[in-house]
């Protein structure tokens, strides 16, 4: 579509802050929002089954070393009382 990079804004919430990440990382939108994002997959899986499942997951988005690579601002917006992913 032609669209300049820096004209685009990239949202994530969830899960949907993985793929968001490696966007922000990779290209160079105006900016990054991410909602209830985790740190790393592996890691996340591992608390929600007290540490079994992380054995089997692949490391497949890690949040959290991605923002090293990120020329665009980030905002993060994650409540306080989510049961899911820790804040």
């Known amino acids: 579509m032609e669209i300049p990079e820096d004209n685009i804004t990239v949202v994530g919430r969830s899960i949907g802050s993985g793929p968001a990440c ?3 990382s990779k290209r160079h939108p105006r900016c990054v929002i ?3 994002a985790f ?3 592996k890691k996340l899986s591992g608390d929600l ?3 079994i499942a992380s054995y089997f997951v692949k490391e497949r988005f890690n949040n959290y070393e991605s923002l ?3 020329k665009s601002p ?7 009382a989510d049961n899911l992913i820790k804040y």
């Open 22 to 24: 490696e966007v922000g």
């Open 34 to 36: 991410l909602v209830s």
């Open 39 to 41: 740190t790393s997959i």
């Open 49 to 51: 089954s007290f540490g």
């Open 68 to 70: 090293d690579t990120f």
């Open 74 to 80: 980030v905002l993060l917006i994650h409540g306080k």
